[in-house]
């Protein structure tokens, strides 16, 4: 099989890996294609700059995998980056007579509004409450009316090797508990990566959407207080903490796992306990 990755980061790069062990062939597109592993065919390509002519792809492409990261959080980068990006990536295709049998979007789980700690799934209707997140939305419905086997892949907070914002709050005195229970919700980047894959290759015909996240949607503090624990800290105190930028939530992954992934991360506490552990290695 032949696979695109458009927007090869740390993710695509992991996944586009993963794609390579189970012997397919990668081309990966990216601003830094000298970074990516010697293992893919690569182009030099920045998806976010409208002036840059796509590429000529491979008429066998068989699987589009779209991942691209903003270079900032701004409505101007994410509309360039993920929507007309998007746009521009599927007129390429069609332009090349490339029709692949599936196209995979990463997204992610800012779509959704707050649920006040209510249970979400890919049934829930969305509600971005920001101008980022309406871009999102508006990527993964053009995806799905422009692709010919379009499979969006909602992605929730990814964590992993390289990831230590809140191993570092914490282990820095920093961190600050909320009073009242602030649900969030992860992934680590290997299980993202593998999700990612398995909808690829997967016998049967993928739904249209899944949400990409673990087994437990936990407090911000009970994450927290076992980091703490973990790494041999203080307890954070309680005070103003942040809250979550899509909202309060907990996000299912029942049809994740309909499909028959399992995880290897299945809680943040296999999954923080790898990163403690210094395994795995963040992709530059």
């Known amino acids: 099989m032949k696979v695109l990755v458009l927007g090869a980061g740390d993710l695509g790069t992991e996944a ?3 794609f390579r062990a189970a012997g397919h062939h990668v081309t990966a597109w990216r601003r830094r294609p000298e970074v990516l592993p010697t293992e893919f065919a690569t182009h030099r390509v920045d998806l976010s700059d409208p002036d840059t002519a796509l590429p000529a792809i491979d008429p066998d492409t068989d699987t589009v995998v779209f991942t691209p990261a903003a270079p900032e959080r701004s409505e101007d ?12 990536v599927l007129d390429a295709l069609g332009r090349d007579s490339v029709a692949p049998r599936r196209f995979l979007l990463v997204s992610s789980t800012a779509v959704y509004g707050d649920a006040a700690g209510g249970w979400v799934d890919e049934d829930t209707a969305i ?3 920001t101008a980022t997140a309406r871009i999102l939305a508006e990527t993964e419905e053009l995806v799905r009316g422009s692709a010919a086997t379009p499979v969006v892949l909602r992605l929730a907070g990814i964590y992993g090797p390289g990831r230590n914002h809140l191993i570092t709050q914490v282990r820095s005195g920093k961190a600050r508990a909320p009073e009242q229970t602030v649900w969030t919700n992860r992934i680590h980047r290997d299980d993202a990566a593998a999700a990612i894959v398995h909808l690829c290759t997967m016998e049967a015909t993928p739904a249209q959407l899944y949400l990409g996240v673990d087994h437990e949607p936990a407090g911000l503090g009970e994450v927290q207080d076992f980091l703490a624990e973990t790494l041999g800290v203080p307890r954070p105190g309680t005070g103003e903490a942040p809250v979550n930028r899509g909202g309060d939530r907990r996000l299912s992954n029942a049809r994740l796992l309909s ?4 995880f290897t991360f299945p809680t943040y506490r296999e999954g923080y306990a790898n990163v403690l552990a210094g395994r795995g290695v963040r992709h530059p």
């Open 16 to 18: 586009g890996l993963r």
């Open 77 to 88: 980068a994410y509309r360039r980056t993920y929507l007309e990006a998007a746009r521009r």
């Open 127 to 129: 509600s971005p409450r």
């Open 259 to 262: 499909t028959g992934f399992g």
